[in-house]
C-alpha cells in the first residue's frame, strides 16, 4: 500500500480488520491523506502545515489500539504503542518519555533495513551460495603452529594450494554449488562462524550495546555454531545482504520516515488526567503529561542514528476517560489533541460481525488452529447467535471488556476439545458447534443469565 490512497480507501481497507467505529476511521483516514497532500503542498508552505492529532474516546476491547495499528501497517509507516502509566514518577522508576521517539526511530530503522535487504536478496542468495559451496569444499582449519604475532606481522603467511589442488577444488566447489542448487544436501551438516552480539546494559528501561558505547572499539566476536545446510544458507544470506546495503542510507531514510511518516500511539492517557494531589518528588499524572507535552508540540529529540524531529509525526491517544474527564488534561495538551472521536461499545450486531466477517476473525484462527491436529471444526448461526449474546451479556453484567471477551469465552467453550487433541492415534473427526453446546459448555460471567429466579 502507499500513501496515495483516499480516504475512502484507507476506510475500506480498515474495514477488512475492524468491525464499526466509523468515526474513528472517517478521522484516521482524513489524517492519513492530509499527510500526502502536506507532501504535495510548495515546501515554503509546508513546513507550517502540522498535523492534527487525534484523542480517541471509548472503552477496553473497541478496536482504538487496532486501527492505529492497521493504519501505519497500511502505508508501512513507523509505529509505536506506549502506555502513558509507564511515564509515572519519571526519574525514579519510570521511562524517560525522549525514550518514546527513540524506540520509533529503532522500529524505522528495522523497517527499512528490512526493505533494504530485501531488494539485494537475490544478489545476496547468490553470495551465499558461493560462501557456502567454499565452505563444504574447503573448511577452515585450525591453526596449530606457529606463533599467532608471525601472522600479524607477516613474518608467516598461509601456504598457497598447487595449480592442480586449485583445479581440483574449483571442480568439487562447483559439484557441491550443484548439489545446493538441488537441494541434495541440506540436512549436511558443518561449522559456521557467527558474530556474537555485543553485551547490552539497562538503563532506564532502554537496552543499550555497550558495543555502540565504546564505539565499536571492542573488537566482534565470534563463537562457532555447527548448522544444517538449510539453516546455514538463512544465516549467510542474511550476512550477505547485511553488508551489501549501505547503513548510511538506511539511517538517513529511517530518520526522514519517523519525522514524516511516523504514528506514535498513546494509550492509557486518561489514567494521567487530573491532579493526584501527592507531594514530593512523585511526578504522576499532571507532570507525566507535562513531560509528554514537548514531544507532542514539536522538538527535536537525540537518538543514536541523529537527531530526530518530532513536529510532523502523528500523535493519537486513547483512553477510557470511565473515571476522568477530558478536560481534566492540561489545557496545553487538549490543544494538541484538537480532533476527538468517541469509539461505542460493542453491540450484540458488532459481536456476530467480528465473528464472520474480519479476514482475522476468531471462527477462523480457532479452525486454523484445531486443523493442525485433525479437528474439523464449523460453527452454525446458532452458535455465532449465543456467542455474540454470552459475550454482550457478560460485559453488560461485570467489567467491560469489549472484543476480548470473545477469547475468555472461546477458551471455555474449546477448553476440552484444545487438550484432548492431538493424539497420534486420534481420527479426523469434525465437530459442530451449535446454540445448544454454547450455552452448555460456558460457565462463570460468561454463561447465560437465568432470569426466572427473578420472577415472582
Given at each position: 500500500m502507499n500513501q496515495q490512497l483516499t480516504p475512502r480507501q484507507i476506510v475500506h481497507e480498515l474495514d477488512r480488520f475492524i468491525v464499526g467505529q466509523d468515526e474513528a476511521k472517517k478521522a484516521v483516514a482524513i489524517a492519513l491523506r492530509n499527510r500526502y497532500r502536506r507532501s504535495r503542498v510548495e515546501e515554503s508552505l509546508r513546513d507550517e502545515i502540522i498535523p492534527k492529532n487525534i484523542l480517541m474516546i471509548g472503552p477496553t476491547g473497541v478496536g482504538k489500539t487496532e486501527i492505529a495499528r492497521r493504519l501505519a501497517k497500511l502505508v508501512n509507516a513507523p509505529f509505536i504503542k506506549v502506555?502513558?502509566?509507564?511515564?509515572?514518577?519519571?526519574?525514579y522508576v519510570g521511562r524517560d518519555v525522549e525514550s518514546i521517539i527513540r524506540d520509533l526511530t529503532e522500529n524505522a530503522v528495522r523497517l527499512v533495513q528490512k526493505e533494504h535487504k530485501e531488494r539485494v536478496l537475490p544478489r545476496a542468495r547468490v553470495l551465499a551460495e558461493e560462501r557456502l559451496s567454499e565452505l563444504l569444499a574447503h573448511p577452515p582449519k585450525k591453526s596449530n603452529a606457529g606463533n599467532p604475532l608471525d601472522f600479524l606481522l607477516g613474518r608467516q603467511k598461509e601456504s598457497q594450494p598447487t595449480d592442480e589442488e586449485a583445479v581440483a577444488l574449483a571442480r568439487k566447489k562447483e559439484e557441491i554449488r550443484q548439489q545446493l542448487m538441488r537441494g541434495e544436501i541440506e540436512d549436511l551438516e558443518l561449522d559456521l562462524e557467527v558474530e556474537e552480539e555485543a553485551p547490552t546494559l539497562e538503563v532506564g528501561g532502554s537496552s543499550i550495546s555497550l558495543g555502540d558505547m565504546m564505539g565499536n572499539m571492542m573488537p566482534k566476536r565470534t563463537r562457532i555454531r555447527h548448522v544444517k545446510v538449510r539453516e546455514a544458507r538463512k544465516i549467510i544470506t542474511d550476512q550477505e545482504a547485511s553488508r551489501l546495503i549501505d547503513n548510511d542510507a538506511v539511517q538517513e531514510e529511517a530518520i526522514s520516515r519517523t519525522e514524516q511518516?511516523?504514528?506514535?500511539?498513546?494509550?492509557?492517557?486518561?489514567?494521567?488526567?487530573g491532579s493526584n494531589g501527592g507531594h514530593g518528588p512523585d511526578v504522576s499524572r499532571e507532570g507525566v503529561q507535562r513531560d509528554i507535552l514537548p514531544i507532542v508540540e514539536g522538538c527535536t529529540v537525540n537518538t543514536k542514528y541523529g537527531a530526530v524531529k518530532t513536529d510532523f509525526m502523528l500523535f493519537i491517544a486513547a483512553g477510557a476517560f470511565h473515571v476522568s474527564k477530558v478536560s481534566d488534561l492540561i489545557p496545553e495538551l487538549q490543544g494538541r489533541f484538537p480532533v476527538h472521536v468517541h469509539l461505542q461499545s460493542l453491540s450484540k450486531e458488532d459481536f456476530r460481525q467480528i465473528l464472520t466477517t474480519p479476514e482475522n476473525a476468531l471462527t477462523?484462527?480457532?479452525k486454523a488452529l484445531l486443523e493442525v491436529d485433525r479437528v474439523l471444526l464449523t460453527f452454525d448461526e446458532s452458535a455465532i447467535d449465543a456467542i455474540a449474546t454470552a459475550a454482550c451479556n457478560a460485559n453488560d453484567n461485570s467489567e467491560d471488556i469489549?472484543?476480548?471477551?470473545?477469547h475468555a469465552i472461546f477458551e471455555q467453550l474449546l477448553e476440552d476439545v484444545s487438550f484432548n487433541a492431538g493424539d497420534e492415534n486420534m481420527p479426523p473427526f469434525e465437530l459442530k458447534i451449535d446454540g445448544d453446546y454454547v450455552n452448555a459448555h460456558l460457565?462463570?460471567?460468561?454463561?447465560?443469565m437465568d432470569i426466572k429466579k427473578y420472577i415472582l
Open positions: 502506555e502513558a502509566t509507564k511515564f509515572t514518577e519519571v526519574g511518516n511516523g504514528i506514535v500511539f498513546i494509550d492509557e492517557i486518561d489514567k494521567i488526567a477462523k484462527q480457532y469489549g472484543a476480548r471477551r470473545l460457565k462463570g460471567e460468561n454463561k447465560p
